[in-house]
């Protein structure tokens, strides 16, 4: 635990980092955007020239792109008009269905096989945005079929302890490194080569979970043994809605 503790300050501090250095560079951009922007309207411009202008632009919108994800990562501030009430059940019931071209449609084509098993305990809501929520889902979704090349089970869990709400991903896929677990959550690491993996995924879900006071732990993660991501969030102290105790309404799924 306290382990994890002390990766998750040092996560932080990469991300007060970032927000700072992407907040230069976003300055920068918009002053070079603003020069191009005059050059591209001057009459009597070469072709030759209107070309490279454009290959400027779009080398300045790939930049943008990776600065927006550098802001977002540095920004770990709850804001409280972001959150609602959430059902995170529904929400990870949705996200599979989004998700579920990734997992079924294009798995099966390769003639491969993935079992999503889902094993929710009637859980209070939790407190989240809506929409960043399910994009974390969603992204871890996308990185446990991505770890399954062969095929093989993704088994989805909630419950609730002491208070908390958890939900855990165990995919039986290829594991990680001690290297990997260490860097998973930084942004722009991947092991997947730049054409595949952009390396934003984890550390946008590292960002929304933080920011609405929850954690993400590797609860468990071997080479070639598969994967467990654990997910943590406080019970919603707005929540009204009565549960049944601990472990007594378990709802079943394989798909
Ligand atoms: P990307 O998927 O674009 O590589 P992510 O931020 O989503 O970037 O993930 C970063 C890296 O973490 C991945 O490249 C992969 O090495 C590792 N990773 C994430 N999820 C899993 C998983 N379920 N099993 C094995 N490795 C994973
Ligand atoms: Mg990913």
Redesign the pocket.
Known sequence: FEKAQIKHERIKAIGEMSSSVAHDFNNSLQQITGNLEMIKFQKNITQIAAERLKNIESIIDDVAERVSALQKFGDTEHDANDAQLIDFNKLIKESLNQSRPLWKDSVEKKGLKINIITDFEDIPKISCNKGELKLAIY??I???V??MPEGGNLTIKTSRKNKRVFAT?T?T????NEK?KI???E?F????GFE??????????FTTINKYNGTIYIKS?ELSK??T?EIVFPESQLEVIKILPENEQKEKTSY
């Open positions: 992204n871890l996308k990185n446990s991505e770890a991903f995919d896929g290829v594991g990680m990997t860097k998973i959550f942004p690491f991947t092991t997947k595949l993996g952009r390396g934003l995924g984890m550390s946008g879900v993660s598969g994967t991501f």
